[in-house]
């Protein structure tokens, strides 16, 4: 950068504290015209309440935003994208069941006739290679068609800075391709991006710059080329990148079993399961890989028991058929199931730990004729809550006060403490930091070597290659044969991921006679 | 300028400070009220509030009215809790009321000792048969609760209406709509002498006791919370929906029940058209008032009984309609709805913030 430029936005002390915690404490960081600006951090570092404050969603406390070497108030999203910011959120806001063109005008700040409308999307999404129809349901739509939509909203509007939080975590690694050459060309055109994610692989790849946050404050710059993933996880974390080891196991008997598992969906944007194998012996980590939205949730439903299916046979835990078995009576066959959603399914959230304890662990001698013994039930909670390192304040702590890592580790402490013979997990580590995610990984890994069945089903490939003995793919309801990590590569569980593994499907075709 | 700002914690303080709040507001609007319709206000309320249960026999007419609405609270709160909408305790106690005082009738003038249990018995299962059928249709057919417990309520008085104005009626009561007096070994005993206090008063409160003892110390207690507090949760537990509903409908046609065939059985005496004042409805107030905790439906139940008792108070001594008490009830659930946003949020004064953006410094433009 010589001298004459001006960056395009320029925080400087950026301040913001909500009730209880300091999200942002003095940060300043500039962006400059064309460039892509990495905003590197943990879960709770406060990358996301940085960009809000950006955008106009909430406001700073204290601090100055120069846009344009112009002070700025940004009160409003709206202000936010008249100025020329645009940005693309983690979690999409989409109507599923408007087409594309109809979302698109109803975020438009100015009027535009549809015909015109439908005719720049078209222009936009062929210019910058995010190929959509602007005539299509976005129910119909995979998720990275969907973020095509978002973005393409973003660019309409010609933006100056595009903020993009967390783009990549529901993209196949072939649509992170593409997406970042949509990035680049707009870089090129003269568009600053600032890049959220806490990926380091990502970052070195695709940004020029980046500003580290850790716990609220700015704990490093750097150009990311030139940094080893080791040194910014230093900066991101103040340590290095802890690893997983898989040792060499002796693999058991098969302890969950899925047998021609077909599930017609109730939701009419649910996925329909189709004809769905597999077998998870005592002793090893299965993985299934896939974009969210693809059967994870209904499957993960068939297996914990909170879908009941028509055959018994189609769901096996220890050698039962548990089809037909509710949640509590598969948990008695040694099932222990860790949900995506932490509050509100995996724990109670008003309710205190010991309590939380209480939800799955009745077995566990917490009850005496129907009359719930505390003691007990708050020494299990204690006991959670020391192996597995809960930061809370006692077990009297309510879960919704917890933090979402720290919960997490509480819930899988818990489901371990149960002495499961199999146990299914879904997106252990989803919005958890780093140090709670190897805990947790670790703790996985514990089992397998103790003889349980362990099933992981996440969004995230590195942690997948990190923890897995076998790898199976889940996509568009289908489950592709599993594959040890050894005979594998991301690029071909990538390509899995968009539905591509026919041939495996056709050897078991003259199978296929089970009705749905 | 002042704004809500949401809590870090639900405030357990407000949760109990929030009642007590809309009592406060609701006697403000009474004063309000009062001055406008051209009463004194300080008489009103003496009329209203103390005058009622001055006397001993005041005082327990308190108590006798706070019966059966702590025992329709107390199945309510626990419905609430297990987020089941039932609002057709007037049903339930309507119905126990016709098949306990049927079993009096049946009894005649039987003086066996039996024969009260056996009347409080029916009443108990009459109100949980009633309870029973939004139930099964919900679990069934997957039908609002609130709609069904509600027309029900219209069809039970219509079928006491035609019990007493048919085959019950009594042959010697000249016509009215009314059974048969019933014997003395049906009806509740008297608790305290110059009163109408009578045996549903212990009934109540060692419901209260069973009720909290259910919700504190039970497994199927838990269940309940936590299907009201996180229905995910306890489908991921494992624990049944349809028993749940099937539970706190059961259990709340059941106290209800009781409520209405101590009413016929104590104060009443006989089956007639009309047998509740609204009770089973007020109860809906009486367990939000109350928190859904048993302690608190006790103290709503009385504080609900004094109302009545005051607006019967205000019809007679200062000529004011009866719709009073159905104004100071539903003022009061309002209020309280109204307050409980502090429970969850707080005032904040933002003008004593400081402005986001101060003076710019110099050294910052061009780089």
């Not at chain 1, 955008?55 to 406390?61: A, F, H, L, N, Q």
């Not at chain 1, 909203?153 to 903020?163: A, D, E, H, V």
């Not at chain 1, 070597?449 to 568009?476: C, P, T």
């Not at chain 2, 159905?326 to 904040?348: H, K, M, P, S, T």
Request: proline content about 5%.
């Amino acid at each position: 950068m010589t001298g004459v430029i001006s960056p395009r936005l320029a925080l400087t002390d950026i301040s913001k504290r909500y009730p209880g915690v300091v999200a942002n404490d003095g940060i300043s960081l500039k962006v400059f015209p064309g460039e892509i600006h990495a905003l590197l951090g943990e879960n709770g570092a406060g990358k996301s309440t940085l960009m809000k404050i950006v955008y106009g969603v909430t406001k700073p406390d204290a601090g100055t935003i120069l846009w344009e070497n112009r002070y700025q108030n940004i009160n409003s999203p709206a202000e936010a994208r008249r100025l020329g910011i645009g940005m693309v959120f983690q979690h999409f806001s989409l109507f599923e069941t408007l087409t594309v063109a109809e979302n698109i005008a109803l975020a438009l700040d100015r009027r535009i006739k549809p015909v015109l409308l439908a005719e720049q999307i078209r222009d936009v999404s062929v210019r910058y290679g995010l190929p959509i129809d602007p005539r299509r349901l976005v129910h119909s739509m995979s998720v990275g068609e969907r973020q095509r939509v978002e973005i393409v909203r973003c660019l309409l509007q010609t933006p100056k800075l595009l903020i993009m939080d967390e783009p990549t975590s529901v993209l196949t690694p072939q649509a992170v391709l593409t997406l970042f050459e949509t990035l680049r060309r707009l870089s090129a055109e003269g568009c600053s991006i600032l890049y959220i994610s806490h990926k380091l692989d990502e970052i070195r790849a695709l940004c020029d710059t980046a500003t580290v946050l850790r716990g609220g404050r700015v704990s490093g710059r750097a150009i990311p080329a030139k940094e080893s993933n080791q040194s910014l996880a230093r900066m991101m974390i103040g340590a290095d990148l802890p690893e997983c080891r898989l040792m060499e196991n002796t693999i058991g008997e098969v302890r969950i079993g899925i047998q021609r598992l077909s599930l017609r969906t109730e939701d009419p944007f649910g996925t329909t399961l189709k004809d769905i194998n597999l077998a998870v012996h005592s002793g090893e980590i299965v993985g299934i890989a896939g974009v969210s939205g693809n059967g994870q949730k209904e499957l993960l439903a068939a297996l914990s028991g909170e879908t009941i299916v028509a055959q018994p046979q189609s769901v096996l835990i220890d050698g039962h058929p548990a089809g037909r078995l509710n949640p509590a009576q598969r948990r008695h066959l040694g099932l222990s199931f860790v949900p995506e959603e932490r509050l509100g399914r995996g724990a109670v959230p008003p309710m205190s730990l010991s309590y939380n304890a209480l939800l799955t662990g009745s077995r566990r001698g917490m009850l005496r004729s129907g009359i719930v013994r505390k003691a007990i039930m708050r020494a299990f909670a204690r006991n959670v809550i020391d192996l597995f390192k809960v930061k809370c304040n006692q077990e009297y702590s309510a879960a919704s006060s917890l933090s979402g890592g720290n919960l997490q580790k509480y819930i899988v402490g818990r489901e371990t403490l149960l002495q499961p013979r199999a146990i299914i997990v879904a997106q252990p580590t989803w919005g958890v930091d780093v140090g709670a995610s190897m805990l947790i990984r670790q703790a996985l890994i514990d089992l397998r070597n103790r003889g349980v069945a362990v099933l992981v089903i996440s969004e995230e490939l590195e942690e997948l290659f990190m923890i897995s003995d076998r790898i199976a793919v889940l996509a568009q309801g289908r489950l592709s044969q599993p594959v040890l990590l050894s005979d594998t590569s991301v690029e071909q569980i990538g390509q899995w991921m968009s539905g591509q593994f026919d041939t495996i499907e056709s050897e078991r075709e003259e199978n296929e006679l089970v009705p749905a | 300028m002042y704004r809500l700002e949401k809590r870090p914690q639900p405030s357990a303080v407000m949760r109990v400070v929030s009642p007590l709040l809309a009592a406060v507001a609701m006697l403000v609007t009474g004063f309000v009220v009062f001055t406008l319709l051209g009463k004194d206000p300080a008489q009103a309320f003496y009329v209203f509030f103390i005058k009622p249960i001055n006397t001993s026999y005041g005082f327990g007419e308190l108590l006798l009215k706070a019966s059966p609405l702590i025992l329709c609270g107390l199945g309510l709160a626990l419905c609430y809790r297990a987020n089941v909408w039932n609002i057709g305790a007037e049903g339930h106690l309507t119905l126990g009321a016709i098949t306990g005082g049927g079993v009096a009738l049946w009894l005649g003038d039987s003086t066996s000792l039996f024969a009260l249990p056996l009347m409080l018995l029916a009443g108990a299962l009459g109100g949980a048969a009633w309870g029973a059928i939004p139930a099964w249709l919900r679990n069934r057919f997957h039908t609002n609760e609130i709609l069904v417990s509600l027309m029900l309520v219209y069809i039970a008085q219509l079928l006491l209406s035609y019990l007493v104005h048919g085959p019950w009626r009594d042959p010697a009561g000249y016509n009215f709509p009314q059974s048969k007096a019933f014997g003395e070994a049906e009806l509740l005993p008297m608790l305290i002498q110059q009163t109408r206090v009578n045996g549903s008063l212990v009934l109540a409160l060692v419901l209260a006791g069973a009720s909290w003892f259910f919700s504190e110390k039970t497994f199927a207690g838990f269940r309940l919370q936590v299907a009201g507090l996180a229905p995910a949760a306890a489908a991921y537990a494992g624990f049944s929906e349809k028993r749940n509903v099937w539970l706190v409908m059961l259990l709340s046609g059941a106290s209800a029940g009781l409520a209405g065939v101590c009413e016929v059985a104590g104060p009443i005496g006989q089956l007639q058209a009309s047998i509740s004042p609204g009770y089973g409805f007020a109860a809906i107030i009486v367990a939000w008032v109350g928190r859904l905790h048993p302690l608190g439906v006790v103290l709503g139940g009385l504080l609900m009984s004094l109302l009545y008792l005051g607006g019967e108070a205000a019809q007679m001594q200062l000529a004011l309609p009866s719709a009073v008490t159905g104004l100071f009830q539903g003022v009061l659930l309002f209020y309280l709805l109204a307050a409980d946003i502090f429970i969850n949020y707080r005032l904040r004064n933002t003008a004593t913030a400081t402005p986001p953006n101060a003076a710019p410094s110099s050294t910052e433009a061009g780089v």
